[in-house]
């Protein structure tokens, strides 16, 4: 085999062995990227259902405060009382309810790293208008600090409901203000449901 000849085989040979480390090694970084890839999605699979539960939860502890609030009202109605005094009745009505907004506010602090900034925003905007009306309905208890129903009345004017304040130390009618709470829910309810429903039909 004279020097030519040695020299073509040879870089022949070295291209195969070449094109077959090289096949091998992409082969390799193929089936690398296919398995990061097939990890991505199913990452992201779950954390999105993870994502959608968490809102369909939320949407179910809001929906069931909400149904209750509304029964807290119409009991509340039936009574016909005077503003400066709750019944024993309402009153325990609306400790439990808000225990069932304590349990949305809490689930929603348990599970929020699963939602995005933006819904968490949203939420956390609910949250601080309910703490809000906390406050106006607490000026109604019996063992109210000293100072605090201008507080109250303050929130109320924060909130921009239309309620008639005629001073800042004198309470507002009380079932023109469930009545406004009530209306604030509801339409909170729907933003949740709209919420949930984007995330959800996004997929």
């Known amino acids: 085999m004279d020097a030519i000849t040695t020299i073509v085989v040879t870089v022949l040979a070295n291209a195969v062995v070449t094109g ?25 699979s779950r954390i999105y259902q993870d994502r959608v539960e968490t809102l369909a939860n939320l949407y179910q502890k809001f929906t069931a405060y909400k149904k ?20 024993t009745t309402v009153s325990a009505l609306i400790q439990e309810n808000r225990q069932k907004y304590d349990d949305f506010a809490s689930y929603f602090e348990n599970n929020r790293l699963y939602l995005s900034d933006s819904t968490c925003a949203q939420i956390y ?26 507080v109250a009345n303050n ?41 949930y429903r984007s995330v959800a039909e996004a997929q």
């Open 20 to 44: 077959i480390i090289v096949y091998l090694i992409q082969k390799k970084f193929e089936v690398k990227f296919q398995k990061s890839l097939f990890e991505h999605q199913t990452r992201f």
């Open 155 to 195: 929130a109320i004017r924060i909130l921009k409901f239309e309620i008639d304040i005629e001073s800042d130390f004198e309470k507002p009618d009380f079932l023109s203000l469930i009545w406004q709470i009530e209306k604030e829910v509801h339409a909170q309810a729907e933003k949740l449901e709209k919420l």
């Open 125 to 150: 905007d609910l949250i601080a208008r309910h703490d809000l009306m906390g406050m106006a309905i607490f000026m109604f208890s019996d063992d109210i600090p000293e100072g605090f129903i201008k």
């Open 68 to 87: 209750d609030f509304s029964h807290v009202v119409e009991e509340a109605s039936k009574l016909g009382y005077r503003p400066e005094r709750i019944s």
